[in-house]
Antibody
Framework: QVQLHQWGAGLLKPSETLSLTCTVS????????WSWIRQPPGKGPEWIGE???????DYNPSLSSRVTISVDTSKNQFSLKMSSVTAADTAVYFC???????????????????????WGRGTLVTVSS | EIVLTQSPGTLSLSPGERATLSCRAS???????LAWYQQKPGQAPRLLIY???SRATGIPDRFSGSGSGTDFTLTISRLEPEDFAVYYC??????????FGQGTVLEIK
């Protein structure tokens, strides 16, 4: 059974850089897509961005100017960096997995899954001066 | 960005009853990319339904999903005590980031 273990600093000051890492064990790293998702207290989740095992990234446009997601396939790890944090970035941050698979319509092929079937336990990140 | 609106905000029911949760999208969503999650306090969300109607691995058959276009429904046929939690819908659109609804709290009456 796949497990996602995440870690990183939980208390930051405004303008600092948030840094989190997620290690995948018990399952394949190759072929899946790996996301970061955050959830402010009492609110619904917000997708931050994703990366493939090959390093292709996609980011939420609302955060893309401050976010970098990277991957280290040799360690089955992926990481999140978010610069210039403010109190509005206070949230529980989760790493999560999207299953692989493709479907084709005519000559065009697309990813078959766009959901999150495994999650890390979450890291509370608090931004406060 | 596609906005998902869930209703009701809070649903109060008793064990054994049927629960019907709604998720409405601000524009049409591919059924292939509509999912439902359950979240309990202090835990990560748990995938229940993907592709609008496919149950994820290990999910009991009392959970079912339906819908298309802009209106989707999660139904729990007979509530068990462990089903009381917060439920979120989530979508992906080709011109939109992944987005989640604001959640429905399912509480014991």
């Amino acid at each position: 059974q796949v497990q996602l273990h995440q870690w990183g600093a939980g208390l930051l000051k405004p303008s600092e850089t948030l840094s989190l890492t997620c290690t995948v064990s018990g399952g394949s790293f190759i072929g899946y897509y790996w996301s970061w998702i955050r959830q402010p207290p009492g609110k619904g989740p917000e997708w931050i961005g994703e990366i493939s095992h090959g390093g292709s990234t996609d980011y939420n446009p609302s955060l893309s100017s401050r976010v970098t997601i990277s991957v280290d396939t040799s360690k089955n790890q992926f990481s999140l960096k978010m610069s210039s944090v403010t109190a509005a970035d206070t949230a529980v941050y989760f790493c999560a997995r999207t299953p692989p698979g493709r479907f084709c319509s005519g000559i065009d092929c697309y990813r078959a899954r766009r959901d999150f079937d495994s999650w890390g336990r979450g890291t509370l990140v608090t931004v406060s001066s | 960005e596609i906005v998902l609106t869930q209703s009701p905000g809070t649903l109060s029911l008793s064990p054994g009853e049927r629960a019907t949760l709604s998720c409405r999208a601000s524009q049409s969503v591919s059924s292939r990319f509509l999912a439902w999650y359950q979240q309990k306090p202090g835990q990560a969300p748990r995938l229940l339904i993907y592709g609008a109607s496919s149950r994820a691995t290990g999910i009991p058959d009392r959970f079912s999903g339906s819908g298309s276009g802009t209106d989707f429904t999660l139904t729990i046929s007979r509530l068990e005590p462990e089903d009381f939690a917060v439920y979120y819908c989530q979508q992906y659109g080709s011109s939109s980031p992944y987005t989640f609804g604001q959640g429905t709290v399912l509480e014991i009456k």
